[in-house]
């Protein structure tokens, strides 16, 4: 096993039996409702990274249901700004204390009433969101999903060509791409032609690669973190790239790291969109390809050297590249 | 109160089963809301406490649920949200409620109406503080000039900065001079200019929110105080807002210089936040230039507040 997943996975695993005493709502991530023990946790990664698919793998098992997209670091972001100044009343205790307490109920609220919506049996509750790790919920297990950041500029790119993303959409990008914007809308197919011009914008390469360096930079130092027991967030990571080899293998330490039988989980399909990868390529659906290396059609020199200058040796700290000759 | 009797007033309400009735109270910085808010704190069954800033959280809120294809635009979770907001209303309002014979809790936060007219809590009223926008831009002007670099950097724009925290600087040194010198108070254009253009985008959107509740557009119920008005008639603008609250104006007790619910602080004290108080202040301090930039960046909204007929002041 690589040394990333190996930081990771130091962190406490949650075993079935072994759980901490289930709490008043947001005290832990096991909650007591409707007479039994319901247990909270998290999925993240960065967008595009695969977190739609290690979801849909989860809820392939009848114990668990994992939804998206909850939006917490939004939330989270609001209640922090309640004590941004010393004249906000949240800024001190005991206001502090009870907006903390009401954002881990809101948090644990939420997450129940989707479990008594979509599988009331379900004794792991998930929420599915591309974002960055945090601890929301002391105690809550997360499982990171990571991809080869070339591969998510190649399907982020993607998709913001075919949504009009926020990103180049709108915003000081739109008019650098806007040639790249107009190909795609006259010719969806145009990069299977060209696509050295699918990364031809040395404007949105570099935003996109720094941003997701900021990004993932950011998880390692949480998977650090918990790795070292800092943060309270036993952590599962998935490589798409693994999964994709080995599907079975990967769900079933996924099931395992729930503390679940792998056996009672249903077997992958097409129509679950649970299989690695998906039949056709069609670059105007949000469902385009999932195929790992595909960067390797698109990445010209230039786009080689963009994205290096803006991730430094981060393709090396994820154990996908040894230096920076690729 | 202490932990005693925090806790003997929530018992109270759980053997009373009801969960005390909540209010906000809004407007623009340096309008009064302070004032109203001790005022308010007179009735024995009001306790209003500020700043909470808890609309951020329900702009988000809206901003996601309006994601409807994300988990948290949908039903049912959707729903449960508002009552998560609803609830973390009143209990970071219960936190620090320091009167155990209150039944109404307040929120005093110097922040615009909510656009939709949709309290945090469900029908809970607003009472809105409105101050003509010369008085707040002087008021304004003296409380920024008295706070420390971390609070102007936070709150004037970056490009006024230098030049605000040159002036603050100078008022340290020596709190009197703008007494000797008022002409000097409104000098920099520039922050004149965006801060009665802020006062104007302000009232003019609680204008138009309170306007579309009258006609019955939107759910909000609004009480407007104008500052003016509280301060040439302080017991009939009070018992105003205590019959809007649904309370008995006679319960409350007296205004006092003590409890600074009086109108107006007796003598200019520039160094303090309750400086002066008073209404027309702001004709002391405005040069011909300064009435001419805040004609230009907000004289519609004095007409449209009826402050002023036109622009010929």
């Keep these: ?326 | 109160m202490n932990r005693l009797q925090r806790l003997a007033w929530r018992v109270q309400r759980v053997v009373a089963k009801a969960p005390p009735a909540v209010f906000f109270l809004r407007g623009h910085p340096r309008s009064g809301t302070n004032w109203v808010g001790a005022l308010l704190n007179l009735h024995p069954k009001i306790c209003c406490k500020g700043e909470f800033h808890l609309d951020g959280i329900r702009q988000t809120v809206r901003r996601i649920q309006a994601q409807t294809w994300h988990v948290v635009g949908r039903e049912p979770v959707r729903s449960i949200l508002d009552q998560c907001v609803d609830d973390m209303v009143r209990r970071c309002l219960h936190a620090v409620a320091d009167k155990p014979g209150a039944t109404i809790l307040g929120d005093r936060t110097p922040h615009t109406l909510p656009g939709d007219g949709e309290a945090m809590v469900e029908g809970a009223p607003f009472i809105l503080a409105v101050r003509d926008g010369r008085d707040v831009v002087v008021s304004w002007r003296y409380h920024l000039l008295r706070q420390s670099e971390t609070v102007i950097r936070a709150t004037v724009p970056p490009p006024m900065q230098e030049r605000f925290l040159a002036d603050a600087a100078r008022f340290r040194a020596e709190p009197g001079f703008y007494a000797s010198h008022p002409d000097r108070l409104l000098a920099h254009e520039e922050w004149v200019r965006h801060a009665a253009q802020r006062w104007s985008n302000w009232v003019l959107h609680d204008r138009g929110v309170t306007q579309r509740a009258e006609r019955g557009e939107l759910p909000a119920k609004v009480l407007e105080v104008r500052y003016e008005r509280l301060h040439a008639d302080v017991e009939a603008g009070r018992r105003r807002m205590y019959e809007f609250l649904g309370l008995e104006a006679d319960e409350a007790g007296p205004v006092s210089e003590r409890s600074r619910t009086t109108a107006g602080f007796g003598r200019e004290d520039a160094g303090s936040f309750y400086r002066h108080g008073e209404v027309g202040d702001w004709k002391t301090y405005a040069t011909e230039d300064a009435r001419r930039w805040f004609k230009e960046s907000a004289g519609q909204a004095l007409v449209d507040l009826e402050y002023e007929k036109d622009l010929n002041w």
């Design chain 1, 1 to 326: 096993m690589a040394a990333l997943e190996q930081r990771g996975t130091r962190a406490r695993p949650v075993e079935v039996g072994a759980a901490p005493r289930a709490g008043a709502l947001g005290e832990s991530h096991v909650v007591h409702t409707d007479g039994r023990d319901v247990r909270l946790f998290f999925l993240c990664g960065h967008p595009k990274s695969g977190t739609n698919w290690v979801g849909a793998l989860l809820n392939l098992h009848p114990g668990v249901v994992c939804r998206g997209e909850f939006r917490f670091e939004a939330l989270r972001n609001a209640y922090d700004a309640l004590e941004r100044h010393w004249w906000h009343v949240a800024s001190e205790a005991p206001v502090k204390a009870e907006a903390e307490r009401c954002f881990r109920e809101t948090v644990a609220r939420l997450m129940i009433a989707a479990m008594r919506a979509h599988n009331p049996a379900a004794s792991w509750v998930g929420d599915r969101t591309p974002r960055a790790l945090a601890a929301y919920i002391p105690g809550a297990p997360q499982v990171y999903v990571l991809r080869d950041p070339r591969d998510v500029l190649v399907s982020w790119t993607f998709q913001e060509l075919r949504e009009g993303g926020p990103n180049i959409g709108a915003g000081p990008l739109a008019a650098a791409t806007a040639p790249l914007r107009g190909a795609f809308a006259a010719d969806p197919a145009i990069f299977r032609e060209h696509p050295e011009r699918l990364l031809s914008c040395e404007a949105w390469v570099r935003f996109a690669a720094r941003r997701y360096a900021r990004h993932v930079g950011g998880d390692l130092e949480f998977i650090a973190r918990a790795g070292g027991g800092e943060i309270d967030a036993p952590l599962h990571i998935v490589r798409y790239e693994r999964l994709h080899a080995d599907i079975d293998g990967e769900r079933s330490a996924l099931y395992r790291f729930f503390g679940l039988d792998p056996a009672g989980a249903a077997a992958p399909t097409r129509g679950t969109r649970t299989l690695p990868g998906f039949e056709t390529e069609d670059p105007a659906s949000f469902f385009r390809k999932g195929q790992p290396a595909d960067w390797r059609r698109y990445f010209t020199d230039d786009a080689k050297r963009w994205f290096k200058a803006e991730t430094g040796d981060l393709l090396a700290r994820l154990e996908y590249e040894t230096g920076t000759d690729w």
